[in-house]
């Protein structure tokens, strides 16, 4: 495990972003744009942060700094509008509608910066039926047929936490915009919007399962095809000790590897007869319940069986594979991923710990040359302590609440 401080600022550095507070995917997304050295300055609301964690442990906030604006006051809007004038990009996560009644939309900051970058976040998108529409995560995975991709057939397909929608579905494609159309705005273009909607990142992710379907190589089923569980040496586990192991034996040579250590050869030619599938599945649960994790994850060590013991949250940054390569690190107190990708010329970092709400709002409006930020006195001496859950009218904007 690295100490998560380094030299690197990121291959993003001298990008300016402003991220309208949020949650979910746009903080995740301009976490990963601060990862790569951007400096993100986040305006939050008065009175907090919408994440029921304490704001000092909330990593979305890393490597970010943060200025308290009430955007319902007289002259909120002016502040924003006057950091979108020096900014690059501006990341929001409202409902469709919400930016523009608040005087931050995309034609206000296009006023004062035509060459802005303006990434909106949303689970629906800015149009269609369902667009006002509050969802979260498993509504939006749900109706583009990734989430009916999951699980065994006799059973409701399980949640897989909010990584497939709003993470990769969402702020990766939201990312993936805003990089676009600011090499756009730099080689000349004018700025523009960059409608990120969960909706379309999820379809747009199942695009070669789609082809497959298209070509008859996927059934429109769960359980029964090669990448679902359908297929028995590619699924997980339990082991005698309640733990679970991870099979990916795919190609025949790493197929021979695994029932040879499983001890499993005179059911080899399963493999490529579906009919006996139930028979293999069997046969390999049987042998896994036999050993604990541990054990087996001896046995498969140092082969090409493709089998991997399945870590918990707190288990993985002492895997040796990843201490080695620091895919974890540990800032301030916190054990967390380390940013990603790497690069070779530009290398990033945790530079600072979560942004506490309102604490760079002087340095902020001396580093972009704002001085209207620190006109409101409740901004001169904001507490790193700020207590959260106090925003509930504020949170009703986000399109990922329903409540």
């Known amino acids: 495990m690295t100490t998560g401080r380094t030299a690197g600022r990121g291959p993003l550095t001298g990008v300016r972003v402003v991220e309208l507070a949020g949650i979910g995917p746009g903080p995740f997304a301009a976490m990963l744009l601060a990862d790569?050295?951007?400096?993100?300055?986040?305006?939050?609301?008065?009175?907090?942060?919408?994440?029921?964690?304490?704001?000092?442990?909330?990593?979305?906030?890393?490597?970010?700094?943060?200025?308290?604006?009430?955007?319902?006051?007289?002259?909120?809007?002016?502040?924003?509008?006057?950091?979108?004038?020096?900014?690059?990009?501006?990341?929001e996560?409202?409902?469709?509608?919400?930016?523009?009644?608040?005087?931050?939309?995309?034609?206000?900051?296009?006023?004062?910066?035509?060459?802005?970058?303006?990434?909106?976040?949303?689970?629906?998108?800015?149009?269609?039926?369902?667009?006002?529409?509050?969802?979260?995560?498993?509504?939006?995975?749900?109706?583009?047929?990734?989430?009916?991709l999951i699980g065994a057939p006799d059973r409701p397909p399980p949640v897989p936490a909010n990584l497939l929608g709003d993470y990769a579905g969402g702020s990766l494609y939201l990312v993936v915009g805003v990089l676009a159309?600011?090499?756009?705005?730099?080689?000349?273009?004018?700025?523009?919007?960059?409608?990120?909607?969960?909706?379309?990142g999820t379809a747009h992710l199942s695009a070669m399962i789609h082809g497959m379907l298209s070509a008859g190589g996927w059934h429109d089923r769960r359980g029964a095809n090669l990448l679902d569980g359908g297929c028995?040496?590619?699924?997980?586990?339990?082991?005698?000790?309640?733990?679970?192991?991870?099979?990916?034996?795919?190609?025949?040579?790493?197929y021979d590897a695994f029932?040879?250590?499983?001890?499993?050869?005179?059911?080899?030619?399963?493999?490529?007869?579906?009919?006996?599938?139930g028979e293999l599945r069997e046969a390999v649960a049987a042998r896994f319940a036999t050993r604990t994790r541990d054990e087996w994850t001896a046995v498969f060590e140092g082969s090409d069986a493709c089998v991997a013991p399945v870590l918990s949250l707190r288990e993985a940054p002492h895997h040796p594979h990843l201490a080695a390569r620091g895919t974890f690190t540990e800032h301030g107190g916190i054990t967390q991923p380390a940013p990603a990708p790497r690069f070779s010329a530009t290398p990033t970092a945790v530079r600072t710990a979560p942004a506490p709400p309102g604490a760079h709002t002087r340095e902020v409006a001396d580093d972009w040359d704002v001085p209207a930020l620190v006109t409101d006195p409740l901004e001169r001496g904001v507490s790193a302590k700020t207590t959260v859950n106090t925003v509930t009218t504020a949170v009703q904007d986000l399109p990922h609440r329903g409540d």
């Open 93 to 148: 996560g409202n409902r469709p509608g919400v930016a523009e009644r608040l005087g931050v939309g995309p034609r206000e900051c296009h006023v004062r910066n035509p060459r802005l970058v303006y990434g909106r976040m949303t689970g629906w998108g800015q149009d269609g039926p369902l667009a006002d529409r509050a969802g979260h995560d498993v509504s939006y995975i749900a109706v583009t047929g990734t989430l009916g």
């Open 36 to 91: 790569l050295g951007a400096d993100v300055v986040r305006v939050d609301r008065p009175g907090g942060t919408a994440l029921s964690i304490d704001p000092a442990h909330d990593v979305t906030n890393r490597n970010k700094r943060s200025v308290i604006i009430d955007l319902k006051a007289p002259d909120g809007p002016a502040r924003v509008l006057d950091l979108a004038a020096r900014a690059d990009v501006l990341i």
């Open 259 to 277: 029932t040879d250590l499983l001890g499993l050869t005179d059911v080899r030619e399963a493999r490529t007869d579906w009919t006996r599938w």
């Open 181 to 200: 159309a600011l090499h756009h705005a730099r080689g000349g273009g004018a700025g523009q919007v960059v409608d990120a909607a969960i909706v379309d």
């Open 232 to 254: 028995p040496y590619y699924g997980t586990y339990e082991t005698a000790d309640g733990g679970y192991m991870a099979v990916g034996a795919l190609e025949p040579r790493f």
